[in-house]
């Protein structure tokens, strides 16, 4: 009950699983939008639907358990991204959370991202015990 | 009687300084109220109704509705300011911006912005508590609007 707010770390590690969740729904469109060099948004509400729209095309997923994580008042989060450049992709994001909002900046690298199942978070995954707490520390130290 | 002149310039001057701190000053009273919040923390099922009469003082009704008990944590937001640098604010009729800048625990760079809408005192309708990238600068001028506040740093990322 008595959480204190967010930082901006935590809410990276939140955008990084969103969008690994995405994938997980439907990786060829979202390889499509993401990798299209083209704008694109991710929104999400206070119930967890998210919805990732670019040039390639639209798709809406759940990520409620993402969103429970945030806090028990998120709102609604908008992220806008540029496309993607030398492999490195580049957003902004505002979060609220009851009535206030926290925004920030971010970039990281969409093949490490991509290939991650080869990498990082797997190799986390199956070497860590405490799974989650792990791989979020994993994210943290690659993410910008 | 000569420097009457003088001490007239001074005294506008005074009054336009503290006029043009309205919004800083409502910000600093309510940080000062925050400062002693974690002591208080452990008692809020029985502090509820008081501090929820402390905290109407400050925000707007509107924004308080979902209860003391849940929102508390939250309005302690001035906390993420752990060392302060500069403030500006913006005046239009009945609504404000204030933006406070400076570093947070750690040592990020990270400015809160405020908006005010004026009652009976200014009380606070708006947060937003953004951290700044690396390569972007502090804002001089306030801006009180998510999508806009975004729109200008993606500008200068193009």
Same mark, same amino acid.
């Given at each position: 009950?008595?959480?204190?707010?967010?930082?901006?770390?935590?809410?990276?590690?939140?955008?990084?699983?969103?969008?690994?969740?995405?994938?997980?729904?439907?990786?060829?469109?979202?390889?499509?939008?993401?990798?299209?060099?083209?704008?694109?948004?991710? #929104?999400?509400?206070?119930?967890? #639907?998210?919805?990732?729209?670019?040039?390639?095309?639209?798709?809406?997923?759940?990520?409620?358990?993402?969103?429970?994580?945030?806090?028990?008042?998120?709102?609604?989060?908008?992220?806008?991204?540029?496309?993607?450049?030398?492999?490195?992709?580049?957003?902004?994001?505002?979060?609220?959370?009851?009535?206030?909002?926290?925004?920030?900046?971010?970039?990281?690298?969409?093949?490490?991202?991509?290939?991650?199942?080869?990498?990082?978070?797997?190799?986390?995954?199956?070497?860590?015990?405490?799974?989650?707490?792990?791989?979020?520390?994993?994210?943290?130290?690659?993410?910008? | 009687?000569?420097?009457?002149?003088?001490?007239?310039?001074?005294?506008?001057?005074?009054?336009?300084?503290?006029?043009d701190n309205?919004l800083y /000053?409502?910000f600093k009273?309510? /940080? =000062?109220?925050?400062?002693?919040?974690?002591?208080?923390?452990?008692?809020?099922?029985?502090?509820?109704?008081?501090?929820?009469?402390?905290?109407?003082?400050?925000?707007?009704?509107?924004?308080?509705?979902?209860?003391? =008990?849940?929102?508390?944590?939250?309005?302690?937001?001035? /906390?993420?300011l752990?060392?302060e640098k500069s403030h500006n604010e913006?005046?239009?009729? &009945?609504?404000?911006?204030l933006v406070v800048s400076g570093? /947070?625990?750690?040592?990020?760079?990270?400015s809160v912005?405020l908006?005010?809408?004026?009652?009976?005192?200014?009380?606070? =309708?708006?947060?937003?508590?953004?951290?700044?990238? =690396?390569?972007? &600068?502090?804002?001089?001028?306030p801006?009180? &609007?998510?999508?806009?506040?975004?729109?200008?740093?993606?500008?200068?990322?193009?």
């Open positions: 009950m008595n959480q204190s707010h967010p930082n901006e770390a935590q809410l990276k590690i939140r955008v990084f699983k969103i969008l690994e969740i995405a994938y997980q729904n439907d990786g060829e469109l979202t390889t499509s939008i993401v990798r299209s060099h083209q704008p694109f948004t991710l #929104t999400v509400t206070s119930n967890g #639907t998210a919805t990732l729209t670019g040039k390639a095309g639209k798709l809406t997923f759940n990520a409620s358990e993402e969103t429970r994580s945030i806090g028990f008042d998120f709102k609604f989060a908008s992220l806008h991204f540029l496309g993607t450049q030398n492999s490195q992709l580049r957003y902004s994001a505002s979060f609220t959370i009851g009535f206030t909002n926290v925004t920030f900046r971010g970039n990281f690298d969409v093949e490490k991202f991509i290939l991650k199942c080869s990498g990082l978070l797997c190799i986390a995954a199956r070497l860590m015990k405490d799974r989650k707490n792990k791989i979020d520390k994993a994210i943290q130290q690659s993410l910008r | 009687m000569k420097n009457l002149p003088y001490i007239f310039i001074l005294l506008i001057s005074f009054a336009a300084q503290a006029k309205e /000053s409502a009273q309510y /940080s =000062d109220i925050t400062k002693h919040a974690e002591t208080v923390l452990p008692l809020i099922p029985f502090y509820s109704e008081k501090q929820y009469q402390s905290f109407e003082l400050y925000f707007k009704h509107e924004n308080l509705k979902e209860g003391i =008990d849940t929102l508390f944590s939250r309005l302690q937001f001035p /906390s993420v752990h060392n913006i005046i239009n009729k &009945d609504s404000g911006c570093l /947070s625990q750690e040592k990020k760079r990270v912005y908006g005010f809408v004026r009652s009976y005192k200014w009380l606070i =309708d708006y947060i937003n508590i953004e951290y700044i990238n =690396d390569s972007d &600068d502090y804002l001089n001028t801006i009180c &609007d998510n999508e806009a506040l975004m729109k200008k740093r993606m500008e200068n990322w193009q």
